[in-house]
């Protein structure tokens, strides 16, 4: 089943549920975010979708050894928000009823790196997916994967906040560990007793593979490990921008140089070699003749170290063979001893190969020269939202860099922001039209002269929709100068139920912003009937006014029985019983089962449904 608008929350184990105690439920509810964009945004990387798996022991295939999936318990390709981490959604396990109270979890995202639709770029969660369980690796792929392994607590319900990190796109972690924040860490989790939310993985501050510069790093018991040799095809999955890819310069360096052009290429009879145009090496049609000193040596094609090379068999002297000609681009002749002797050898030289390059960009690959194209900035493709591209340098591949004037033009054409500006992390963050910014402290949006966010004072110039000025919140003083609301159309647009037209100062556009007062006005006693409150969900411009289940309020509702939330936005207040005995709050409809699948249209199936205080039952929940 397909995820909601604004994420999932499906019931995914089926179980053997008995309600004849009013205990908390046994049960993990897992919380997905990503610091990627959203599906429907425009920034990249964005999701595509994702997938969740759940089992007793999930094995993922290895090279040679593939292993069956286990069925997909839940799929979406929604997601919303604004901020650093979207929200893409939540999920309840419960336990089976077996002896064994370990459950593993393995989410895939897939991803799109930019504007293309090739596998290179953009690839489905069910790729991503079944990549991993054939044994094949994602190593520098569009894929997102994430595994978790924690135990269940009886009468206890454990939250598992579970990032989809865009540090660990394209990151093969193996079989046995999981990406978490860039670093391929163990996927055990520990929940403490007497919290309900579980920790993250042990990860480390950093990303390790950037700490060095041949990109081959680890993150152990928290820290990070003494740097590897460069791996070639660790290197070739860096994520270098769009018209370059990863390439092992040396031992100790990993640099994006520009991808090789396959068909210009071909056309000077070489082969593509991960980044580069690799010539051929010897050919006996050009390896031929008389040469060395007195024209008493011959030139063959003989293997030298692993390469073909030409060669001139016979007694070598330095200087007719440093004064010789080579066939190949790229090449130098020197006096070498092979195993028939000693030989002027022609091999490849970085020095010289870089001059006969026509690009005047080149190194020796595998004994022969390779060509790579200079940096071109109408090569270098799209960037992720506020960056720009740039050439890292001649020969090198193409940099995203964050710029103020695209981040904050990037932020308005998104929607709800008034701007945006380039953080110290060097990653675009936008300011949010309603949320707490420079200026001081409004009661509302549009209220107070120094009121940029809507209801926490910072420092800073002011903003109240229309007038700048330095100033003057509804209950707080802010400083410094401000900043006008624009001069927006003088017909305000027509908003939906809960919300109000605000003007953007950037675009001198109306926008219309989700209210928190206006949504309490229009369905707070609605949604207090049910013991629910009202807040404003989404990003502008479709940020309803929607009913979340508050644990405070909950209860309240129930009183004297005890209150108890299922599921947060749409969620569901169930009442139970108090003072050591369950009272009837529901009639015999399969009020219990409906409320377990709350965020599905749910049909109960399986047996007789009970009230709360009645027999154990079966209820199997299934999407209509």
Not at 4 to 18: F, P
Not at 116 to 127: F, H, L, W
Not at 431 to 460: E, L
Request: proline share 7%; with cysteine.
């Amino acid at each position: 089943m397909r995820g909601a608008r604004h994420g999932i929350g499906l019931l995914l184990i089926v179980a053997a549920v008995g309600f004849a105690s009013c205990r908390e439920p046994t049960q993990i509810k897992l919380e997905l975010s990503t610091d990627a964009d959203c599906p429907d945004q425009p920034g990249r990387p964005r999701l595509n979708d994702v997938v969740i798996l759940t089992s007793k022991v999930i094995e993922v295939g290895t090279p040679g050894n593939p292993k069956p999936a286990p069925p997909v318990n839940a799929e979406t390709d929604m997601c919303s928000g604004s901020g650093s981490y979207k929200t893409v959604g939540s999920l309840v396990l419960l336990p089976d009823g077996s002896d064994n109270p370990t459950v593993d979890v393995l989410i895939a995202a897939g991803v799109q790196r930019d504007e293309t639709d090739d596998t290179a770029n953009s690839m489905t969660a069910g790729q991503c997916a079944g990549l991993v369980f054939e044994g094949s690796s994602i190593e520098g792929l569009p894929c997102i994967i994430a595994r978790r392994r924690l135990t269940f607590v009886d009468h206890k319900s454990l939250q598992l906040p579970i990032e989809l990190d865009k540090a660990c796109i394209g990151e093969d972690c193996g079989a046995d560990l999981t990406c978490y924040r860039g670093n391929c860490v163990s996927p055990d989790i520990s929940c403490p007793p007497d919290q309900a939310e579980c920790a993250a993985p042990k990860g480390c501050d950093e990303e390790c593979e950037e700490l060095c510069g041949s990109g081959t790093g680890g993150c152990v018991d928290g820290e990070c490990a003494p740097c590897e040799a460069c791996d070639p095809a660790e290197c070739a999955g860096k994520p270098c921008a769009v018209g370059a890819v990863g390439l092992c310069v040396d031992e100790a360096s990993c640099e994006c140089v520009s991808a090789c052009d396959p068909a210009a290429c071909q056309a000077t009879g070489g082969t593509c070699d991960g980044a580069v145009c690799v010539s051929p090496t010897c050919t006996p049609e050009e390896c031929t003749g008389p040469c060395g000193t007195g024209g008493l040596g011959t030139r063959q094609c003989i293997d030298v170290d692993g390469v073909s090379s030409c060669v001139c068999l016979g007694a070598c002297d330095d200087l007719v063979c440093g004064a010789s000609e080579c066939p190949d681009a790229g090449q130098e002749p020197d006096c070498t001893t092979i195993p028939r002797g000693e030989a002027c050898v022609c091999s490849c030289d970085d020095t010289a190969c870089e001059v006969d390059c026509e690009s005047g960009c080149g190194a020796c690959v595998a004994g022969a020269c390779g060509c790579t194209a200079a940096c071109s900035l109408s090569d270098c493709g799209a960037c992720i939202k506020g960056e720009i591209p740039q050439c890292a340098e001649t020969c090198g591949g193409c940099d995203c860099v964050c710029n103020n004037d695209e981040c904050s033009a990037d932020c308005v054409a998104e929607g709800g922001n008034v701007g945006g500006t380039c953080g110290n992390d060097g990653a675009c963050d936008c300011i949010p039209i309603s949320g707490s910014g420079g200026g001081g402290n409004g009661a509302g949006v549009q209220t107070g002269g120094g009121g940029f966010g809507a209801s926490q004072p910072s420092g800073g110039g002011g903003y109240d929709g229309a007038n700048g000025g330095g100033g003057f919140g509804a209950s707080e003083p802010s400083g410094g100068g401000g900043m006008g609301g624009g001069s927006c159309p003088a017909v305000q647009p027509t908003c939906l139920t809960g919300q109000e037209p605000v003007c953007n100062s950037i675009t001198d556009l109306w926008e219309c912003v989700c209210s928190e007062a206006l949504c309490d006005a229009e369905q707070g006693p609605a949604c207090g009937s049910t013991g629910l409150l009202s807040t404003c969900y989404g990003a502008p411009p479709d940020n309803p006014c929607v009913c979340y289940c508050d644990a405070t309020a909950c209860d309240d509702q129930c009183a004297p029985l005890a209150g108890m939330c299922q599921g947060t936005i749409g969620g569901t207040c169930m009442c139970g019983g108090g003072g050591g005995s369950c009272a009837d709050a529901f009639p015999p409809d399969c009020g219990m089962c409906d409320a377990a699948c709350s965020a599905l249209d749910p049909m109960c199936t399986g047996g007789p449904c009970a009230d709360l205080g009645g027999a154990t039952v079966t209820c199997d929940c299934v999407s209509l």
